[in-house]
């Protein structure tokens, strides 16, 4: 991606103008974001988080995309609210290997929150305004094979607490292809046997109901009732899963469980917390589930996220073809 790729709309070369004061200052020095910044960035993040409904890992993810632009435009002595900046800071994360998918998610960041000034300031131009970064080819995510999903279970001893634990979370994590935040947010009364159903919550506060197989609800039934009361103390009663010390499990807590549970089964590859979800998908496809069933079960908002494993799927098909077919 080159500087090239950044092409504008509407008015050429048009002023900006300065922000409202609001944001960062007289100076225009660009400030962090911690807990001493300016009032206008509380007001911005209080906004995505309660009028906007964004979860906390998404406000997390404004708050340094905008961190990282602004502190490169003030090492640089860069006006931080001219579209010129804008640009220039694009084509650097570019020129520095950022993927596609990262720079388009930082433009979006920026543009935010000029919007959101919009809203408090007549005065304030947008410079991302007519923005658009070159179309992005998505890259493919990273599926394990259902072999790999069975070995990686089997190899998990259910003789402990902490090993019912964990095969009663990966059965889940891959049976209904929930996300780490909705997994370590499930509550103790968020699954059922009849029908074998699981309710989670997920971006902006959506609910949905994900059907579950036998063997995750076998594994959640053997962990409440021969395990969790082991684990459990007065601070997290209400969640399902639990840490060894009883405290509810953090993402960076599930990540390290995986990883280690993975090297032990000796999976190789990229085994990571996303990959059961990735996988999930692709296997119900293959198998020959619709799309809209798949989008439901995914809690995608839109179909075109969730087309992106039709082309996993006819990617893993072609060694197939070429493994079993007479003329191939």
Known sequence: MTPCSFLWRGRDRQESGRLSRMCLGGDGCAMSLDAGAETGFDQYFYHLRMERNLSSNSVDAYRRDLLIYLNYAKTLGLAWDRRETVIDFLAHEAEQGKRDTTVRRRLASIRS?????????????????????????????????????????????????????????????????????????????????????????????????????????????????????????????????????????????????LKSRADSAGIEGAVYPHALRHSFATHLLENGADLRSVQEMLGHQDIATTQIYTHVSRQRLRPQYDAHHPRA
């Open 113 to 257: 929150y000029f919007a959101y000034l919009r809203t408090v300031s007549d005065e304030t131009l947008d410079p991302t305004e007519g923005l658009e970064i070159g179309s992005v080819e998505r890259s493919l995510p990273d599926v394990l094979q259902v072999q790999a999903i069975e070995e990686l279970l089997n190899s998990i001893a259910v003789d402990t607490p902490i090993g019912l634990r964990d095969r009663a979370m990966l059965e889940v994590v891959y049976g209904a292809g929930l996300r780490v935040s909705e997994l370590i947010s499930l509550k103790i009364n968020d699954w059922w046997t009849d029908p074998p159903r699981v309710r989670c919550v997920g971006k902006g506060s959506k609910e949905r109901y994900v059907p579950l197989g036998r063997p995750a609800i076998q594994a959640v039934s053997a962990y409440v009732d021969c395990a969790r009361d082991k684990l459990v103390s007065a601070r997290s009663q209400a969640f399902l899963f639990l840490n060894h010390r009883g405290g509810p499990l953090t993402r960076q807590g599930f990540w390290k469980i």
